[in-house]
């Protein structure tokens, strides 16, 4: 082991809560000591402008969000491609995979997810794709460049399927989507909200297999068999997998730190170790809006997640309070989710389609109060209702008012 290297802050993670944390640090106490270890080797870079790169929109040196001159100029030291590997919180140290030894005064835990691994047979076999990182979209970027006229299969139904199929379909794939679920998105939006969604796969040649469950995946000479439970075989070129995020949570059990599926915070986003925090994607912290641990994946948060803590971190109380809201373009679709959007935490829901169009509202309501909104083509109502819910708003005396296309959502008032 080298010898030990004391810094007052330590940020485990270069993503965008790690860094937000180490400005906000830097902003406040002007002579600490800061370091980032991250495990990938490149400087931060921004994951939601991917699917532009992919789709040629832009060049790769666009995604970088910062230089590494912007590290030396706020003072901050940057370790890239070396993994913390274990945390001592009685000698307030870490270790990394390089044999480097640091001691912290404060350490921040933003190390995010990873995408899920399949189970299925052969899945460990057949190259799946992915689409997370930046060497994830150079992948994706090179493929999609020689085009096809084979078919491609998307697995999942959430926003990094949604990602897949669009790339599949532009450059000439014949995309079939499957999944276990009996509609896209089925956690989130009733089946009325989703058959707008199923449409527009159709618009798009999009074959859509809902309900079906993968037993093996296979290479032939054919291309890569995927079978299911249901009796389907489809012969694909490409497998794009959506399958969720998971957080590596053993190390932070293993120090002793309290986890479920992420890392435990309180509404300050403190862990049950007063000189260690945890923000973005890793953070399942309590939150004041719906009174209820939460863990989220978005930009936005660990953003949002970083800066607050890292302001924590020198001294400041300062509660974290955001309502979540995420919005995706798709084949034309514009899809916002606001709030706590998952179906299974309403106990009511308002419904509103208006006629002959692809405008679609879903509010959910938990004991009367606005606890999520799920929109399709409505951008207008999205800003109202991301206030209504932050006040826990009870709507049960406008449930009338909110099923009908002509009332203004924007004369709630709370």
């Known amino acids: 082991m080298s010898r030990n290297t004391f810094y007052d802050y330590i940020i485990v993670g270069g993503g965008i809560a790690g860094v937000s944390a180490a400005e906000a640090i830097r902003a406040n106490d002007k002579y600490a000591s800061i370091s980032i270890l991250s495990e990938e080797p490149e400087l931060l870079y921004s994951r939601v402008m991917l699917p532009l790169y992919v789709r040629g929109k832009i060049k790769r040196e666009q995604l970088f969000l910062r230089a590494a001159n912007d590290y030396e100029r706020h003072n901050i030291a940057l370790w890239l491609d070396e993994r913390v590997v274990e945390i001592n919180r009685k000698k307030r140290e870490i270790a990394t995979d390089r044999k480097r030894v640091l001691n912290y005064k404060k350490l921040l835990i933003a190390t995010g997810g990873v995408p899920s691994q399949w189970k299925e047979s052969g899945a460990q076999t057949v190259k799946m794709l992915q689409f997370q990182s930046i060497n994830d979209a150079d992948e994706l970027r090179a493929l999609l460049a020689l085009g096809s006229k084979g078919g491609a299969v998307v697995v999942g139904s959430g926003f990094i399927g949604f990602e897949f199929i669009e790339f599949f379909v532009s450059a000439g794939f ?43 995946i296979a290479e032939s000479p054919e291309g890569i068999h995927v079978k299911t439970k249901e009796n389907l ?111 299974s935490e309403a106990d009511s829901v308002i419904k509103l389609r208006w006629p002959y169009t692809d405008q679609y509202r879903e509010l959910h309501l938990r004991e009367g109060i606005l606890n999520g909104a799920l929109l399709i083509n409505r951008p207008q109502d999205r800003n109202i209702l991301e206030q209504l819910i932050k006040k826990r708003v009870d709507v049960r005396s406008h449930v009338n008012d909110l099923q009908s296309a002509h009332f203004d959502i924007h004369q709630l008032t709370a």
Not at 247 to 269: C, D, H, I, P
Request: glycine share 8%; hydrophobic share 40%; with cysteine.
């Open 174 to 216: 014949h995309t079939a989507v499957v999944s276990p679920d009996p509609w896209y998105f089925h956690h989130f939006f009733d089946s009325e909200g989703a058959e707008i969604i199923k449409e527009s796969f159709i618009r798009h040649n999009v074959e859509v297999y809902n309900d079906a469950h993968i037993v093996s």
């Open 233 to 343: 075989d489809i012969v694909a070129d490409a497998i794009g997998a959506g399958v969720g995020l998971k957080r590596k949570v053993e190390m932070f059990e293993k120090a002793g730190l309290v986890v479920s599926r992420g890392v435990y915070t309180n509404e300050y986003l403190k862990t049950n170790d007063d000189n260690i925090y945890a923000a973005g994607d890793i953070a399942e912290y309590y939150d004041v809006v719906f009174r209820k641990r939460m863990l989220l994946g978005t930009w936005n948060n660990a953003f949002l997640q970083g800066k607050t803590a890292g302001e924590n971190m020198t001294g400041k109380e300062i509660v974290f309070r955001n309502v979540p809201n995420y919005s995706i373009r798709h084949f034309g679709l514009y899809i916002s989710m606001v709030g706590d959007c998952a179906r």
